[in-house]
C-alpha cells in the first residue's frame, strides 16, 4: 500500500511556515537555526502548513511547535513519540515530524523510542541535543559528558553519555543522521531527507546551549566536525559501516583530536512501514459490502 | 412473575472447562428463548485454582446474578468445599461420583439440610466411557441438561458450531460425551428436585454479548478508529474483541507499549481529528493521569473505558471492585474536566459506549467509561441494536472544514474561541483551514501560550463552563426507579447506588416493593459531574439515603457530601470490598435492617 503525504502544488516561501509567536530562546540558541531549517526543508518539500503536524513534548527544544504554522501538538514530557503514532494512525497522509530535545526523548520518554523505531512508523523525529536540561536552568541529560555540571550533580555527572546514533540503528530505525545548528544547510538537506525516507527517520541535532552549557559550544564544534557521507565517502546502506561510524559519536568527549561526525549515518527502505501494514489490512479485512458490513458483524453475536 | 428462575452454576479447577461450560449452557438457554445473566469469576493464573461460572436462566427479564444457585455441578473437592456453606434444602448438589472423583460429600448432614445429591462420576465416564478427560465438562453439561430436561439439542448445536472447525472427529467424541452422561441419569439416577426448565420459548431478535464485547461492539458503532491499549486484565478482552471489527469499520486496534502511550496515542489519533480510545483498569489509569490532564487542557476528544478490578497496587486483578471512582473523576492534578460514566448492565456497556463517544465529542472533553470485572465477563442476550438508527444520531465535534469559512471569518475564528456554552469551534489537520497548536501549557483563544491573570481565570471559566449544565442536558443519563411512587411522594427509604450494584440493587428493591415497602431510588449513569439535583430530589422523598456500592471508602457516597445539600446524617453508606459483587439479599436485608430500627426508635 502506498501512502502518498499531501503536499501543496507550489512551493510556500519559508516564512510562511512560520507563526506569530517569537520564540521564547535565549539568545544565540541553537534551536533558532534548527526553526529556519525545518521552514526551508517544508518549503522545498512543499508541505502544506494545514496538512502537516508537529508534534513535541516539554522542554526548551519542545517549544518549538508554537512558533510554526502549522498542526502543532505540545504534548506532555516524553510522550512525543506516541502522541505522533496517534496522529500516524489517524491520518497517514499527514507527514508528521517530532521536534523534541535530548531529556524528553533519551530520558522520560525513553521507552517510546525504540517501538517507534522497530515498527517503522514512517515519521522524523528530530532530537535537538544540547547536551543537557535547559527549561529546568542546568541539569544532566542521558547524552549529557562524564563530569558536566548539573544542578543536581554539583560535584559532576557520573554517568557515561547516551550514545542516541548507534542506539537508533540498534532499534532498527530506518533512517539515522547527526547535523549541527550552526550548519543551516547541511541541516536543511539532512531533513529534507528525512521527510523524503519512508519510514522511521531519526535526526540527532547538535544544538548548544549557550545559557548553560559551557562546554558543548558552537565554539566547541567548529572545526571538529566531520561530513561522513561528503569527506569520508559513507554510503548509508552499509549498516555496519553505520553502526562503526556511530561508535565514534562521541569520540571529542575525551579526544582533543577526534572529530565529530555527521551525515546519513543508515538509511534502508527495504522494510515496509507500519502505516503501510495496517493500510494493507484495512484492504484486506474491509466489508465486500458496507452497506451490509452491520449485519455480518451481529450475526456473529446471533443464537 | 416468572413461571421460572433458575441458577445452575459449575465450580471447579480453572482449565477443567468449568468457564465454558458455563458459556454452553448460556448459549444454549438463549437459543430456547429463555432471559439469560451469567456470572464467572476465576482466578488471574492461567491454569489452576478455583473457578465458577454461573448460569441464571428465566423467562422474563433478570436484573441481576442472583443470591445464589439451586444447581451446584461440582467438578472437584475444593469446589464442593467452597460451596458446602451455600447449599440449602433443596438445593441440588451433581458431584462427581461415586467414583473416579477427588471427594465424597457429607451424605448425613446435607441429607438433614434437605440437600439433595447426584453422583455423576464425571471424570471416570470422560476417562473410560468417551476415552478422553478433556470431555468432563460435557459429561457434567449433559448431565445436568437431562436432569433439567432442557433440550440437548441446544447443546449440539453449540458443540458443532464452537468445534466443527477442529475438525469432525471433535465433534463427534463431544457427542459421544453427551450420550454417556444422557445414559448414565436415565440408568442410575431418579429425579427427585423440582426443578424443570420449559421447552423452547419464542425466538427472540437479540444478540449475546459479554460485557467487554459490548463496549467493543459499542466503540464500533459508534465510529472509533483508532484503538489503542496496553495488556492488562480484566480490560484486554475489549482490545480482543473490538480487533477485527474494527479493521472492517475502516479502524485499528493498537498494541502499544504502556499505558501512557496508549493515552498519547488516543490524544495524537483525536487531535488529528478521529475518535479514539483505550481501555485499561486501575494500574493503567494511574498512568494515563498525566495524559488526561492533557486531554482536558487541550480540549482534546477521548474515551478511556476503565474496567476496575481489586485494588490498590496489583490487587486483585480478576475480581469485582467499584474503587476507582476517585481516580476516574478527580485523579489529575490541577483542575482540569472529566465526565464519568458508569453502566449497570451489559446492554448499557453497548448504548453508553457509545454516549460517551458522544459526551466526549460534544463537550470535547475526556470521557472515563467505568465498568468492572464482574460485568466484563458478565454475558446477556440483549435485543439486537438497530446500528443504522444509532448512526444516524451520533454527536460529531465541530469540525470547520476548508471552503466553509470566509477569510475574515477564518481571522476571527479561534481553537479556543470563547463561546456562549463554552465549546469551541475544532481544528483538525487535513481538514481545517487554519493550523494551531494544542498545548498543554495555559493558553489564550489562539492557543498561543499564556499567564496574565486574566486570560488564566477566562480560559478556566471557559472550560468548566462547557459542563455547567450537563445534568439538565442529559436526563438520559439518571435512571429513576419509583415503582408507583409519584416523584416527591414521601417514601421508606431512598436508595442511590451504580454501576453493577445498581443492577442488583433493582432486583432488591422488587422484592422489598413486593413486601409493601416505599423504596425512592435513583441510578446514575453519569457520576462524574454528579447529578446533584436528581440525587436532592430522591433523598427528599425519605429521610434515609442507602447508598450501596463495592468500595470501602463509599466514593458515591462521599460525592454526594461533597457536591448536593444533602445532610451527611442522612447519607446511610453500605460498603463491600470482598472482591465479589453484592448479592441482591443483603441489600434487601439492609433495608429491612434500617426500617426495622426506625421502627423500634
Known sequence: ?303 | MASFDLTVKYAGEGGEGVISSGDFTMKAAAKLGYEVVTFKSFPAEIKGGYALSQVRMSDKKILSQGDGFDILVAFNGEAYEVNKPLLREGTVLIWDGPEGGDFEPEFEELEKKGVIMYAVPMSKLAKQEVGAYITKNVVAMAATFELLGMPIEALKEEIVAKFSKKGQEVVDLNFKAIEVAQQYVRENIKKIDPYKVPGPLPKKDVIIVEGNEAIALGAAAAGVKVFAAYPITPATTVGNYLAPIILKTGGYVYQAEDEISSMAIVIGASFAGVKAMTATSGPGVSLMQELIGLASMTETPAVIVDVQRGGPSTGMPTKHDQADLFAAALGGHGDDQRIVIAPTNVEENFYLTIESFNMSEKYQVPVLFLTDASLSLRAEAIPTPNIKEIQSKLIERPIIKKGEVSPEELEHLFRYQITENGISPFLAPGESPKPYTATGLEHGENSYPRTTPKERTEMMEKRFKKLENIEDENPHLVEWDLGDLKEGEKADISIVTWGLTASIAKEAIQRLRNKGIKVAALYPKLIYPLPSKAIEKVASMSDILLVPEANYLGHLAKFIRMFTSIPAEKIVQYNIYRGEPFIPKEIEEKVEEILGKKVQA
Open chain 1, 1 to 303: 500500500m502506498d501512502i502518498q503525504y499531501v503536499r501543496l502544488e507550489e512551493k510556500l516561501p519559508p516564512r510562511e511556515y512560520k507563526s506569530d509567536l517569537e520564540a521564547t530562546w535565549c539568545p544565540g540558541c541553537g534551536d533558532f537555526g534548527v526553526v529556519t531549517a525545518l521552514t526551508r526543508a517544508f518549503s522545498e518539500e512543499k508541505l502544506d502548513p494545514t496538512a502537516l503536524s508537529l508534534v513535541s513534548g516539554i522542554g526548551c527544544s519542545s517549544r518549538l511547535p508554537l512558533w510554526m504554522n502549522a498542526f502543532g501538538l505540545h504534548s506532555c514530557h516524553g510522550r512525543a513519540i506516541p502522541a505522533a503514532v496517534g496522529v500516524r494512525l489517524a491520518k497517514p497522509e499527514i507527514p508528521t515530524i517530532v521536534t523534541a530535545g535530548d531529556g524528553d526523548l533519551f530520558s522520560i520518554g525513553m521507552e517510546h523510542f525504540p517501538h517507534a523505531a522497530r515498527k517503522n512508523f514512517d515519521m522524523v523525529v528530530i532530537s535537538m541535543d544540547n547536551r543537557m536540561y535547559a527549561l529546568t536552568k542546568n541539569q544532566v541529560s542521558p547524552t549529557s559528558r562524564t563530569g558536566y555540571k548539573g544542578s543536581l550533580t554539583p560535584y559532576g555527572n557520573l554517568d557515561n553519555p547516551f550514545n542516541v546514533l548507534d542506539f537508533a540503528i540498534a532499534c532498527g530505525a530506518t533512517f539515522v543522521a547527526q547535523t549541527y545548528a550552526g550548519n543551516p544547510k547541511h541541516m536543511t538537506e539532512i531533513i529534507e531527507a528525512a521527510i523524503e525516507h519512508k519510514g522511521f527517520a531519526f535526526v540527532n541535532i547538535l544544538s548548544p546551549c549557550p545559557t548553560y552549557n559551557k562546554i558543548d559550544t558552537f565554539k566547541f564544534y567548529k572545526g571538529r566536525l566531520v561530513d561522513i557521507n561528503k569527506d569520508l565517502g559513507h554510503d548509508p546502506s552499509d549498516k555496519a559501516k553505520a553502526l562503526e561510524h556511530a561508535s565514534h559519536a562521541l569520540d571529542a568527549d575525551w579526544d582533543p583530536e577526534a572529530k565529530v561526525p555527521i551525515g546519513i549515518f543508515y538509511k534502508t527502505e527495504e522494510v515496509p512501514t507500519f502505516e503501510e501494514k495496517v493500510a494493507a489490512l484495512k484492504e484486506k479485512y474491509k466489508p465486500e459490502n458496507p452497506e451490509t458490513v452491520w449485519d455480518d458483524i451481529l450475526n456473529q453475536y446471533k443464537v
